[in-house]
């Protein structure tokens, strides 16, 4: 077999897939693995290999950093798993002479807290927006443009994740209805609420879509990439004076929710929107500050204003 040259363009899945195989019969061979370990490990290359549609042996940095935010909301053990697993592997592959680097510097290294969301203010959404805008003035218009404002009035308007946008159906947003039903992660259905906006802009774009087109957002014979999407937000936040490294799908989703949040919603329907099966990971996802939480108490607790007597009393 030719040695991979770490471009994740040269990779592919039956390629993906004979390399796992490979990595894994030596972890049983040579390392000694336990079964269990071998089977965590196997489960998170190919959960990584289907994310990089198959070119995770050949995957360079920004493939590998699309990757590690992907990963954002997981837990920091479940995390520390996947890239262990990944890091032995892209090993293999250089010792095995099948890769001359190794991508895995890229890879998170979490430490011993779990670190807050990245979290963008409401000033940073509104000078991508801006960005879009001055994009879309341009003559003669760009239908990227449109394509643009479509996936990121949809990731911040309705909080949609990555891989649901990307598979969206071309007529999944109707011009008349304010919401459409997503199945998400464990097959749960949801309500999506998709504003007046997005719905505008998803009609924009969508007059270039081919009618033959399946997906909303379509590139070659299937749709866009979820490394595609990342690489079109980074680059976004770029022009908007941004850093990019700030910013990925999945932290416009987390804006959507922190936003919503601070607005006064209710942690039980942004669960919902959300599509989070335990309230736990919405009260992670939609990080507030401590002042926030105590001022809401003070503000909405039947006995916020008995205690502020008690207090004023005691003073």
Same mark, same amino acid.
């Given at each position: 077999?030719?040695?991979l ?9 039956g ?8 990595f ?14 071998i089977?965590a490990?196997g489960t998170?290359?190919r959960l990584?290999?289907?994310f990089?549609a198959?070119a ?8 590998i950093?699309a ?7 997981l837990a ?5 798993r ?8 892209y ?18 290294r979490?430490?011993?807290a779990? /670190?807050?969301?990245?979290?963008l203010?409401v000033?940073d ?13 341009r ?6 443009d449109?394509?643009?404002q ?5 990731l911040?308007g309705?909080g949609?994740?990555?891989t649901?946008?990307?598979?969206l ?5 109707s011009p008349?209805?304010p919401?459409?039903i997503?199945?998400g992660?464990?097959?749960r ?5 998709i504003s007046?906006r997005a719905r505008?802009?998803v009609?924009?774009?969508?007059e270039?879509?081919?009618?033959g087109? /399946?997906?909303?957002? /379509?590139?070659?014979?299937?749709? !866009? ?11 976004l936040?770029?022009?908007?004076g ?6 990925? /799908?999945?932290?416009?989703r987390h804006?959507?929710?922190t936003h919503l949040?601070e607005g006064?919603?209710?942690?039980r329907?942004?669960?919902?929107? !959300? ?5 736990a990971?919405?009260e ?8 926030r939480?105590?001022? !809401?108490?003070n ?6 204003e ?10």
């Amino acid at each position: 077999m030719t040695a991979l040259s770490g471009s994740a363009s040269q990779g592919s899945a039956g390629e993906d897939r004979a390399l796992i195989e490979r990595f894994l019969e030596m972890m049983r061979a040579e390392a000694g693995a336990a079964a269990n370990t071998i089977a965590a490990y196997g489960t998170d290359l190919r959960l990584a290999s289907e994310f990089l549609a198959g070119a995770m042996s050949g995957a360079g940095r920004p493939e590998i950093e699309a990757l590690a935010a992907e990963w954002q909301p997981l837990a920091r053990a479940t995390v520390a798993r996947k890239s262990a697993a990944l890091r032995r592997f892209y090993a293999f592959l250089a010792d095995e002479g099948l890769r001359k680097d190794d991508p895995s510097a890229a890879l998170p290294r979490p430490g011993t807290a779990r /670190p807050l969301p990245k979290i963008l203010s409401v000033e940073d959404v509104d000078r991508m927006f801006a960005a879009i805008a001055a994009r879309i003035a341009r003559v003669p218009p760009d239908p990227n443009d449109l394509r643009l404002q479509a996936l990121i009035e949809l990731l911040y308007g309705s909080g949609l994740r990555a891989t649901e946008l990307m598979s969206l159906p071309r007529n999944a947003v109707s011009p008349d209805r304010p919401y459409l039903i997503l199945k998400g992660k464990g097959g749960r259905e949801r309500l999506v609420p998709i504003s007046d906006r997005a719905r505008a802009a998803v009609a924009a774009w969508r007059e270039h879509v081919a009618p033959g087109k /399946p997906f909303l957002f /379509p590139s070659g014979k299937v749709h !866009l990439s979820r490394v595609r999407l990342y690489q079109l937000v980074r680059a976004l936040a770029g022009e908007a004076g941004i850093p990019p490294d700030r910013v990925s /799908p999945h932290v416009l989703r987390h804006a959507f929710a922190t936003h919503l949040l601070e607005g006064g919603a209710d942690l039980r329907a942004l669960q919902a929107m !959300l599509g989070h099966a335990d309230i736990a990971t919405t009260e992670i996802y939609t990080h507030v500050d401590s002042r926030r939480l105590v001022e !809401l108490v003070n503000q909405r607790h039947p006995l916020g204003e008995a205690l502020v007597d008690v207090k004023t009393r005691q003073g």
